[in-house]
T-cell receptor, first 114, second 114 residues
Framework: GENVEQHPSTLSVQEGDSAVIKCTYSDSASNYFPWYKQELGKRPQLIIDIRSNVGEKKDQRIAVTLNKTAKHFSLHITETQPEDSAVYFCAASGFSGNTGKLIFGQGTTLQVKP | DTAVSQTPKYLVTQMGNDKSIKCEQNLGHDTMYWYKQDSKKFLKIMFS???????INETVPNRFSPKSPDKAHLNLHINSLELGDSAVYFC?????????????FGPGTRLTVL
Protein backbone atom coordinates (compact mmCIF):
# COMPACT_ATOMS: atom_id res chain seq x y z
CA GLY A 1 0.00 0.00 0.00
CA GLU A 2 0.98 3.65 0.07
CA ASN A 3 3.79 4.54 2.40
CA VAL A 4 5.71 7.64 3.47
CA GLU A 5 9.09 7.17 5.11
CA GLN A 6 10.56 10.06 7.11
CA HIS A 7 14.11 10.52 8.39
CA PRO A 8 15.64 11.18 10.79
CA SER A 9 13.32 10.33 13.68
CA THR A 10 15.18 12.77 15.94
CA LEU A 11 17.38 15.73 15.07
CA SER A 12 19.32 17.97 17.41
CA VAL A 13 20.95 21.19 16.15
CA GLN A 14 22.50 24.28 17.64
CA GLU A 15 20.59 27.53 17.39
CA GLY A 16 21.43 29.22 14.12
CA ASP A 17 22.29 26.00 12.29
CA SER A 18 20.20 24.51 9.49
CA ALA A 19 17.97 21.45 9.81
CA VAL A 20 16.95 19.10 7.01
CA ILE A 21 14.24 16.44 7.19
CA LYS A 22 13.73 14.01 4.32
CA CYS A 23 10.75 11.96 3.17
CA THR A 24 10.18 9.39 0.48
CA TYR A 25 6.81 8.23 -0.80
CA SER A 26 5.71 5.16 -2.69
CA ASP A 27 2.68 6.24 -4.74
CA SER A 28 3.78 7.87 -8.00
CA ALA A 29 0.29 9.41 -8.29
CA SER A 30 0.84 11.57 -5.17
CA ASN A 31 0.65 15.24 -6.10
CA TYR A 32 0.40 17.17 -2.83
CA PHE A 33 3.05 17.25 -0.11
CA PRO A 34 2.37 19.25 3.07
CA TRP A 35 4.54 19.64 6.15
CA TYR A 36 2.98 19.96 9.60
CA LYS A 37 4.56 21.17 12.82
CA GLN A 38 3.30 19.85 16.15
CA GLU A 39 4.49 21.52 19.34
CA LEU A 40 4.33 19.56 22.56
CA GLY A 41 0.72 18.99 23.60
CA LYS A 42 -0.63 20.97 20.67
CA ARG A 43 -2.33 20.23 17.38
CA PRO A 44 -0.47 19.68 14.09
CA GLN A 45 -0.38 22.87 12.01
CA LEU A 46 0.54 23.31 8.36
CA ILE A 47 3.80 25.22 7.87
CA ILE A 48 4.38 24.78 4.15
CA ASP A 49 3.15 22.63 1.28
CA ILE A 50 4.18 21.92 -2.28
CA ARG A 51 2.37 20.53 -5.29
CA SER A 52 3.82 18.26 -7.92
CA ASN A 53 4.08 20.94 -10.60
CA VAL A 54 6.67 22.81 -8.51
CA GLY A 55 10.19 21.72 -7.57
CA GLU A 56 10.86 24.12 -4.72
CA LYS A 57 8.97 26.51 -2.48
CA LYS A 58 10.27 28.92 0.13
CA ASP A 59 8.64 30.85 2.95
CA GLN A 60 11.08 32.93 5.01
CA ARG A 61 13.31 30.46 6.89
CA ILE A 62 11.62 27.30 5.65
CA ALA A 63 11.79 25.71 2.23
CA VAL A 64 10.62 22.48 0.69
CA THR A 65 12.09 20.70 -2.32
CA LEU A 66 10.44 17.96 -4.34
CA ASN A 67 12.03 15.39 -6.65
CA LYS A 68 9.17 13.54 -8.35
CA THR A 69 11.44 11.23 -10.28
CA ALA A 70 13.09 9.96 -7.13
CA LYS A 71 9.84 10.27 -5.13
CA HIS A 72 11.34 12.24 -2.31
CA PHE A 73 10.85 15.65 -0.75
CA SER A 74 12.65 17.54 1.97
CA LEU A 75 12.08 20.30 4.50
CA HIS A 76 14.86 22.80 5.09
CA ILE A 77 14.89 25.14 8.06
CA THR A 78 17.62 27.78 8.13
CA GLU A 79 18.81 29.88 11.07
CA THR A 80 17.01 27.61 13.51
CA GLN A 81 15.60 29.10 16.72
CA PRO A 82 14.55 27.40 19.98
CA GLU A 83 10.89 27.95 19.05
CA ASP A 84 11.44 25.68 16.03
CA SER A 85 11.69 22.78 18.48
CA ALA A 86 8.72 20.50 17.73
CA VAL A 87 7.72 17.32 15.92
CA TYR A 88 7.57 17.75 12.15
CA PHE A 89 5.45 15.52 9.92
CA CYS A 90 5.65 15.18 6.19
CA ALA A 91 2.66 13.85 4.27
CA ALA A 92 1.79 12.84 0.75
CA SER A 93 -1.58 12.61 -0.93
CA GLY A 94 -2.69 9.08 -1.58
CA PHE A 95 -5.83 7.09 -2.16
CA SER A 96 -8.22 4.96 -0.14
CA GLY A 97 -10.12 3.19 -2.87
CA ASN A 98 -11.14 6.08 -5.10
CA THR A 99 -10.93 8.65 -2.33
CA GLY A 100 -7.95 10.86 -1.72
CA LYS A 101 -6.34 11.06 1.70
CA LEU A 102 -3.12 12.22 3.35
CA ILE A 103 -0.53 9.67 4.38
CA PHE A 104 1.77 10.93 7.12
CA GLY A 105 5.39 10.10 7.78
CA GLN A 106 6.48 8.88 11.19
CA GLY A 107 7.52 12.32 12.41
CA THR A 108 10.85 13.96 13.27
CA THR A 109 11.48 15.41 16.70
CA LEU A 110 13.62 18.52 16.21
CA GLN A 111 15.46 19.97 19.17
CA VAL A 112 17.14 23.35 18.77
CA LYS A 113 19.66 23.99 21.53
CA PRO A 114 20.19 27.62 22.57
CA ASP B 1 -13.25 31.94 17.45
CA THR B 2 -11.84 28.44 17.28
CA ALA B 3 -11.81 26.92 13.79
CA VAL B 4 -11.95 23.24 14.80
CA SER B 5 -12.98 22.37 18.34
CA GLN B 6 -13.21 19.07 20.17
CA THR B 7 -14.70 17.99 23.47
CA PRO B 8 -13.61 16.72 25.85
CA LYS B 9 -9.90 17.57 25.91
CA TYR B 10 -9.16 14.73 28.32
CA LEU B 11 -11.05 11.48 28.81
CA VAL B 12 -10.11 8.89 31.43
CA THR B 13 -12.24 5.78 31.59
CA GLN B 14 -12.29 2.11 32.49
CA MET B 15 -11.94 -0.77 30.06
CA GLY B 16 -15.26 -1.91 28.67
CA ASN B 17 -16.95 1.49 28.89
CA ASP B 18 -18.50 3.36 25.98
CA LYS B 19 -17.46 6.97 25.31
CA SER B 20 -17.98 9.70 22.72
CA ILE B 21 -15.83 12.56 21.43
CA LYS B 22 -17.42 15.52 19.68
CA CYS B 23 -15.97 17.72 16.96
CA GLU B 24 -17.20 20.92 15.36
CA GLN B 25 -15.74 23.16 12.67
CA ASN B 26 -16.85 26.69 11.81
CA LEU B 27 -14.78 27.02 8.63
CA GLY B 28 -17.56 26.02 6.27
CA HIS B 29 -15.53 23.02 5.13
CA ASP B 30 -17.12 20.04 3.41
CA THR B 31 -14.77 17.32 4.65
CA MET B 32 -13.97 16.16 8.17
CA TYR B 33 -11.61 13.51 9.52
CA TRP B 34 -10.71 11.52 12.59
CA TYR B 35 -7.05 10.68 13.22
CA LYS B 36 -5.46 8.58 15.94
CA GLN B 37 -2.04 9.56 17.27
CA ASP B 38 -0.42 6.79 19.27
CA SER B 39 2.31 7.00 21.89
CA LYS B 40 4.96 7.03 19.15
CA LYS B 41 3.34 10.14 17.67
CA PHE B 42 2.27 8.35 14.50
CA LEU B 43 -0.76 10.05 12.87
CA LYS B 44 -3.11 7.57 11.26
CA ILE B 45 -6.36 8.41 9.52
CA MET B 46 -9.40 6.53 10.77
CA PHE B 47 -12.41 8.03 9.03
CA SER B 48 -13.37 10.79 6.66
CA UNK B 49 -16.76 12.32 5.90
CA UNK B 50 -17.67 14.56 3.01
CA UNK B 51 -20.97 16.43 3.33
CA UNK B 52 -22.16 13.94 5.97
CA UNK B 53 -21.24 10.95 3.81
CA UNK B 54 -18.60 8.43 4.93
CA UNK B 55 -15.87 8.33 2.29
CA ILE B 56 -12.91 6.81 4.11
CA ASN B 57 -13.07 3.98 6.61
CA GLU B 58 -9.58 2.68 7.27
CA THR B 59 -9.28 -0.75 8.90
CA VAL B 60 -10.75 0.40 12.18
CA PRO B 61 -12.52 -2.02 14.59
CA ASN B 62 -16.31 -1.97 14.49
CA ARG B 63 -16.25 -0.65 18.06
CA PHE B 64 -15.51 2.76 16.54
CA SER B 65 -18.52 4.42 14.96
CA PRO B 66 -18.38 7.94 13.53
CA LYS B 67 -21.49 10.01 13.06
CA SER B 68 -21.92 13.23 11.13
CA PRO B 69 -25.26 14.94 11.88
CA ASP B 70 -24.35 17.80 9.54
CA LYS B 71 -21.22 18.83 7.67
CA ALA B 72 -20.00 21.01 10.55
CA HIS B 73 -20.00 18.17 13.07
CA LEU B 74 -18.29 14.81 13.24
CA ASN B 75 -18.55 12.73 16.39
CA LEU B 76 -16.75 9.53 17.33
CA HIS B 77 -18.35 6.90 19.52
CA ILE B 78 -16.25 4.08 20.90
CA ASN B 79 -17.81 0.95 22.40
CA SER B 80 -16.21 -1.53 24.79
CA LEU B 81 -13.03 0.48 25.24
CA GLU B 82 -9.74 -1.44 25.33
CA LEU B 83 -6.32 -0.52 26.72
CA GLY B 84 -4.97 -0.20 23.17
CA ASP B 85 -7.46 2.57 22.43
CA SER B 86 -5.46 4.92 24.65
CA ALA B 87 -4.17 7.65 22.34
CA VAL B 88 -4.78 11.22 21.28
CA TYR B 89 -7.64 11.53 18.83
CA PHE B 90 -7.60 14.50 16.46
CA CYS B 91 -10.48 15.77 14.43
CA UNK B 92 -9.61 17.74 11.28
CA UNK B 93 -11.40 19.43 8.42
CA UNK B 94 -10.57 20.54 4.88
CA UNK B 95 -12.35 22.56 2.26
CA UNK B 96 -13.02 19.52 0.10
CA UNK B 97 -12.05 15.86 -0.13
CA UNK B 98 -9.27 14.41 -2.22
CA UNK B 99 -6.27 14.71 0.06
CA UNK B 100 -4.94 17.80 -1.71
CA UNK B 101 -6.21 20.54 0.59
CA UNK B 102 -4.82 21.89 3.84
CA UNK B 103 -6.26 20.08 6.80
CA UNK B 104 -7.04 22.05 9.95
CA PHE B 105 -6.73 20.06 13.14
CA GLY B 106 -8.65 20.34 16.37
CA PRO B 107 -6.83 20.51 19.73
CA GLY B 108 -7.06 16.76 20.27
CA THR B 109 -8.69 14.52 22.88
CA ARG B 110 -6.35 12.51 25.07
CA LEU B 111 -8.09 9.22 25.84
CA THR B 112 -6.72 7.08 28.64
CA VAL B 113 -8.22 3.64 29.17
CA LEU B 114 -7.44 2.08 32.55
Amino acid sequence: GENVEQHPSTLSVQEGDSAVIKCTYSDSASNYFPWYKQELGKRPQLIIDIRSNVGEKKDQRIAVTLNKTAKHFSLHITETQPEDSAVYFCAASGFSGNTGKLIFGQGTTLQVKP
Amino acid sequence: DTAVSQTPKYLVTQMGNDKSIKCEQNLGHDTMYWYKQDSKKFLKIMFSYNNKELIINETVPNRFSPKSPDKAHLNLHINSLELGDSAVYFCASSQSWGGTNEQFFGPGTRLTVL
